[in-house]
T-cell receptor, first 115, second 115 residues
């Protein structure tokens, strides 16, 4: 079956340091990968969307300088949270879609805590 | 961009009764509306979705309705069970995009089913 793995599941980093998280699509090729953040007591915010043959598109309030994303092939994506601070805490979800007409399949998420 | 409003934020229903969650969206170009269920500590899972060429869809005790004129869509859970207790999120595809992976989420509804 189709699955999306995210690693690590949980991580703690010191304020001002950086943290990299990975997303792996298994059993299908991800035409697009979207990264979302669910902050405490909030809904999901789209950080950026990476689509094959297109530039990575960041949403307002999120920048490449803060959340650089790598999408080297159709099964893997990674995102780094640079200079993490308290407001970056939350659950980071990777949603991978097989094609343009399909809802994203989410991974288990990476829960980031910042001390 | 798109804005999605979701109500109620908390919903308590007795086991066996039905539960309804309502969402509204702003952009008439949105054409895809998935619903996700998120249990504590887990990633959101797609439970049902509807596209703009339909007004009603039903599967395994779930009904979704779409009123494009009113820009409103809703989820109805019939014969609720304790296992239905979770957070539910509605979402809409971002206006003007063909890539479903780019979703705008509602703020979520915490459904509590009591005996």
């Amino acid at each position: 079956g189709a699955l999306v793995y995210q690693y690590p599941r949980r991580t703690i980093c010191k304020s001002g340091t950086s943290m990299r998280m990975e997303c792996q699509a298994v059993g299908f090729q991800a035409t697009s990968v979207a990264w979302y953040r669910q902050s405490p007591q909030k809904t999901f915010e789209l950080i950026a969307l990476s689509t094959v043959n297109s530039a990575i598109k960041y949403e307002q309030n999120f920048t490449q300088e803060k959340f650089p994303i790598s999408h080297p092939n159709l099964s893997f994506s990674s995102m780094t949270v640079l200079n993490a601070y308290l407001e970056d805490r939350g659950l980071y979800l990777c949603g991978a879609s097989r094609d343009r007409g399909q809802a994203p399949l989410f991974g288990e998420g990476t829960r980031l805590s910042v001390l | 961009g798109e804005q999605v409003e979701q109500l109620p934020s908390i919903l308590r229903v007795q086991e066996g009764s039905s539960a309804s969650i309502n969402c509204t969206y702003e952009n008439s170009a949105s054409n895809y509306f998935p619903w996700y269920k998120q249990e504590p500590g887990e990633n959101p899972k797609l439970i049902i979705d509807i596209r703009s060429n339909m007004e009603r869809k039903q599967t395994q005790g779930l009904i979704v309705l779409l009123d494009k004129k009113a820009k409103r869509f809703s989820l109805h859970i019939t014969d609720t069970q304790p296992g239905d207790s979770a957070m539910y999120f509605c979402a809409a595809s971002a206006a003007g995009t063909q890539v479903v992976g780019q979703l705008t989420f509602g703020r979520g509804t915490r459904l509590q089913v009591y005996a």
